[in-house]
């Protein structure tokens, strides 16, 4: 795909996570419409994979850490072909595959259950370790968020990559500066982030997490690192392209059409106000290239 068809799928992304959302009528908004750009560009253009064998054993691993943003997982994977769009609307409803955090027995294509934060590259990097001592040549993915910094076990992870200088290993961070109780930076400050990594004897790369030629462009990059793991600091704009929730931490935890919010959109309006940004956003992507 061109990097203008990859910026239009990653439009259609969001706007579906719009519409499961709805239709759950609970979740998290504002970092899955962040992270629609780097799905995109990890399952239309960076994995070695095939979504009609998902269990293909040369296949590219991809942990999502930060469970809690599995819209964008689910919706780029139909898109992708793993299972048919329609199914986006069953979203945490009684019996689906699609849990409101990924459950790996349940969706063939998610490489690990997901919840509890920080550990999700404790996971990946056991993983990568292990894929290392048996001579494989995938890849090993890991998406993380910044929140989860505060957490100990994911430092842990750092230190054990870091140690076993695992280069088949990249981790990919949203760095959106939003956690559920509000800006990083409150909350318990990460920066300098990068000189962090550094120490730990990572290779870090900095990208516009919006920019999806970027962001292919440091998975390329990250592949070419043979003496540390890469990380990669994606900076993202939480709610992206919806304005009334970017950059605001309430719409971490919430989704549109379920409660009035002070200074927000009346809930009956809020989808459809979304959906219209998104739709318009489409456009101006289009007249960007004519």
Same mark, same amino acid.
């Given at each position: 795909?061109?990097?203008?068809?990859?910026?239009?799928?990653?439009?259609?992304?969001?706007?579906?996570?719009?519409?499961?959302?709805?239709?759950?009528?609970?979740?998290?908004?504002?970092?899955?419409?962040?992270?629609?750009?780097?799905?995109?560009?990890?399952?239309?253009?960076?994995?070695?994979?095939?979504?009609?064998?998902?269990?293909?054993? #040369?296949?590219?691993? +991809?942990?999502?850490?930060?469970?809690?943003?599995?819209?964008?997982?689910?919706?780029?994977?139909?898109?992708?072909?793993?299972?048919?769009?329609?199914?986006?609307?069953? +979203?945490?409803?009684?019996?689906?595959?699609?849990?409101?955090?990924?459950?790996?027995?349940?969706?063939?294509?998610?490489?690990?259950?997901?919840?509890?934060?920080?550990?999700?590259?404790?996971?990946?990097?056991?993983?990568?370790?292990?894929?290392?001592?048996?001579?494989?040549?995938?890849?090993?993915?890991?998406?993380?968020?910044?929140?989860?910094?505060?957490?100990?076990?994911?430092?842990?992870?750092?230190?054990?990559?870091?140690?076993?200088?695992?280069?088949?290993?990249?981790?990919?961070?949203?760095?959106?500066?939003?956690?559920? #109780?509000?800006?990083?930076? #409150?909350?318990?400050?990460?920066?300098?982030? #990068?000189?962090?990594?550094?120490?730990?004897?990572?290779?870090?790369?900095?990208?516009?997490?919006?920019?999806?030629?970027?962001?292919?462009?440091?998975?390329?990059?990250?592949?070419?690192?043979?003496?540390?793991?890469?990380?990669?600091?994606?900076?993202?704009?939480?709610?992206?392209?919806?304005?009334?929730?970017?950059?605001?931490?309430?719409?971490?935890?919430?989704?549109?059409?379920?409660?009035?919010?002070?200074?927000?959109?009346?809930?009956?309006?809020?989808?459809?106000?979304?959906?219209?940004?998104?739709?318009?956003?489409?456009?101006?992507?289009?007249?960007?290239?004519?």
């Amino acid at each position: 795909m061109t990097i203008e068809e990859l910026q239009h799928k990653a439009n259609e992304v969001r706007q579906d996570i719009i519409k499961m959302l709805l239709e759950a009528g609970s979740g998290h908004s504002a970092g899955p419409l962040g992270m629609a750009d780097i799905f995109t560009a990890f399952y239309f253009e960076i994995l070695n994979h095939k979504p009609e064998d998902p269990n293909w054993g #040369d296949r590219d691993r +991809l942990f999502l850490s930060n469970g809690h943003i599995c819209p964008v997982r689910y919706a780029a994977m139909a898109h992708a072909g793993y299972f048919p769009i329609s199914e986006l609307m069953t +979203l945490r409803k009684l019996g689906t595959r699609l849990q409101g955090h990924p459950e790996r027995k349940r969706l063939p294509g998610v490489e690990t259950t997901s919840g509890p934060l920080g550990s999700g590259l404790a996971q990946a990097a056991g993983y990568a370790y292990a894929s290392r001592m048996d001579n494989k040549r995938f890849r090993v993915y890991c998406v993380c968020s910044d929140g989860e910094h505060d957490a100990g076990n994911h430092w842990e992870a750092v230190l054990f990559a870091g140690k076993n200088n695992l280069n088949n290993l990249t981790a990919i961070v949203d760095r959106n500066n939003i956690q559920i #109780d509000g800006h990083t930076e #409150d909350v318990m400050p990460l920066e300098p982030l #990068d000189e962090k990594y550094k120490a730990f004897n990572w290779h870090v790369l900095h990208v516009d997490g919006h920019n999806i030629e970027e962001v292919i462009d440091a998975a390329n990059h990250a592949k070419a690192v043979y003496e540390n793991p890469t990380v990669i600091i994606a900076h993202t704009i939480p709610g992206k392209g919806v304005d009334y929730m970017e950059n605001d931490p309430k719409w971490h935890g919430a989704v549109p059409g379920v409660a009035d919010i002070p200074g927000e959109p009346p809930k009956g309006k809020q989808a459809q106000i979304a959906l219209h940004e998104l739709r318009t956003l489409g456009g101006k992507i289009r007249g960007e290239h004519e």
